[in-house]
């Protein structure tokens, strides 16, 4: 299947879009009933994902509600509707105008409406004090949300967008009621009332995640199954093992091709492996605010350091972490060309080479003798402690020592992204889709996304640029000149693109691996066999 296809910018016209639901016909008849058994690798911080940026809180949640538009779950990166039947774009580009289902319903028995939708949105565009939105910057654009009644939805621009309709099919876009946000913005961080195919059934911290069958869901004659249940362990092979011995069905996010293949080996054509592109890399966050991280000199010494090219024959066989590329994926469209990308710091192909600059430069900078930092991570082995053996090692060849401190997922969450209490920290940088304004808005100023504290007027410009330019190839030029400023100054270190490995038993039918951990984990199409 061609993932990857070009993406089409939403046209302009003021035509109707009538969006669909539900994938092409099975091959064989969906069977009812049957409770879906994952792994996941983590705890979430909180269950709002307006809020969260992990897997580890969407895969729970995502079942239980539903978004305005999303990604085709069969077709990525088509946009089709959700609680929206069809909407229109005006011809200038600043009126977004929607249109909700009739019957929908939240769990708790209320109608959703487009209040709800509004009030959803609000909470994401425009967050109250004290609430945190961490995706704000990619809706800038947005002047104002209207509900002039119960079906309808208005989104007023300040501004037209190159992306806007990519950005509004988020699968963190979660609609919520607004009665309970009106009482507290924050309730969603422990509560769950949403409308999707699943209900909440129960979560006992750090160890499983329940949702049962949604009767009321407003597809007709979904969900197949009568339920999920996630077990949670951050450790790889407890969650391979799980697979091997049948306790559980699949393990969405990925798990490492040697475990692959010993699963392989032991249950033959019983297991299937959906191989795909991840949209989304590992990389290292620097504190740009502490010294000395202030200095250029040194930042540019940390990612000369790093032998990308060897690290993804290293890594690749134990963690998925495989492509070399910068801040956009390597073959999509906004991808930086490798000739222009070697000329750039951590990036030329003579590794030794680049060992001797960094050490230059770490002279130049006052540490002829190298220095010590902390490197924080996740303590979630796939990939990130593994990734961040190979970066110290990588690291301790010019003269810097590191200390690998773990950190359970919401402490790493609050000192990377909350508090900036970090010199470095393992920072992945994935999205659900390849697009500019969601990967690129964590180096603008402010962004609630930008753990490194960066702060270049010249970022702030060109990111506010692309968003809004409507000819792709001017935008696929401010993007390139964005990422030259950002790796140039070593403002952030990427490390490895990674390749994913979704590994299910075969009676897990009807679900197609996108190229994002974040998509397609509704599961309304999903049923289980009696294999």
């Avoid at 809180?57 to 069969?74: K, N």
């Avoid at 509704?522 to 289980?528: E, F, R």
Wanted: glycine share 6%; charged share 20%; net charge positive.
């Amino acid at each position: 299947m061609a993932f990857f296809s070009a993406m089409i910018l939403a046209l302009l016209t003021g035509s109707l879009v009538v969006a669909t639901l539900g994938p092409a016909a099975a091959a064989d008849t969906p069977r009812r009933g049957g409770v879906l058994l994952a792994v996941i690798a983590a705890e979430p911080p909180s269950l709002d994902p307006h809020q969260e940026s992990t897997f580890a809180c969407i895969q729970l949640v995502a079942p239980l509600y539903s978004t305005l538009v999303q990604i085709d779950p069969y077709s990525y990166p088509k946009i089709v509707g959700d609680v929206a039947s069809d909407w229109k774009i005006a011809p200038d580009g600043l009126t977004y105008t929607f249109r909700i289902r009739p019957g929908i319903r939240f769990h708790d028995g209320s109608p959703l409406t487009a209040a709800d939708v509004k009030a959803t949105y609000d909470k994401i565009v425009f967050p109250p004090a004290g609430t945190l939105s961490i995706r704000k910057n990619a809706y800038t654009e947005i002047a104002s949300i209207e509900a002039p009644d119960t079906s309808t939805v208005v989104f007023k621009l300040k501004f037209s967008s190159a992306s806007l309709l990519n950005n509004l099919a988020s699968p963190w876009n979660v609609i919520y009621p607004k009665k309970y946000l009106d009482k507290d913005p924050n309730y969603f961080k422990t509560n769950v009332v949403g409308s999707g195919p699943f209900k909440f059934k129960g979560h006992t911290r750090g160890s499983t995640f329940e949702g049962e069958r949604n009767p009321d869901y407003f597809v007709k004659d979904r969900p197949y199954l009568a339920g999920y249940k996630f077990f949670i362990s951050p450790e790889t092979t407890v969650r391979a093992a799980a697979i091997r011995s049948g306790r559980a069905y699949i393990e969405f996010r990925d798990l490492p091709n040697a475990e692959v293949e010993a699963i392989r080996k032991q249950l033959g054509d019983r297991v299937f492996v959906q191989t795909t592109p991840m949209v989304g890399q590992v990389g290292i966050a620097i504190n740009n605010t502490v010294k000395p991280f202030t200095d250029i000199r040194v930042r540019k010494a940390l990612t000369l350091g790093f032998d990308r090219s060897t690290a993804g024959k290293v890594l690749y066989g134990i963690t998925g972490l495989k492509l070399v590329g910068g801040l956009m994926r390597p073959g999509s469209e906004w991808a930086m060309p490798d000739g222009e990308l070697q000329k750039l710091p951590g990036f030329w192909r003579d590794a030794e080479k680049s060992r001797v600059e960094a050490r230059r430069l770490l002279a130049e900078a006052g540490y002829p003798n190298g220095l010590k930092v902390v490197l924080k991570n996740r303590n979630v082995k796939l990939p990130y402690q593994d990734f961040a053996v190979f970066a110290i090692q990588e690291w301790r060849k010019i003269g810097i020592e590191v200390e690998n401190r773990p950190l359970e997922t919401a402490a790493w969450f609050n000192d990377g992204q909350s508090t900036g209490n970090f010199e470095l920290i393992v920072a992945p940088t994935v999205e659900y889709m390849d697009d500019p304004d969601q990967f690129l808005g964590r180096y603008v100023t402010g962004s609630t996304q930008n753990w490194g504290r960066i702060a270049d007027p010249r970022i702030d410009d060109l990111f506010s640029r692309q968003a809004s330019s409507l000819d792709p190839a001017e935008r696929q030029k401010l993007v390139a000149e964005l990422q030259k400023i950002v790796l140039e100054n070593a403002y952030y270190l990427p490390g490895l693109w990674w390749m994913r490995n979704v590994v299910h038993l075969s009676k897990v039918r009807n679900y197609v691996a996108p190229p994002s951990h974040y998509t397609n984990q509704k599961l309304q199409d999903v049923w289980l066999s009696e294999d």
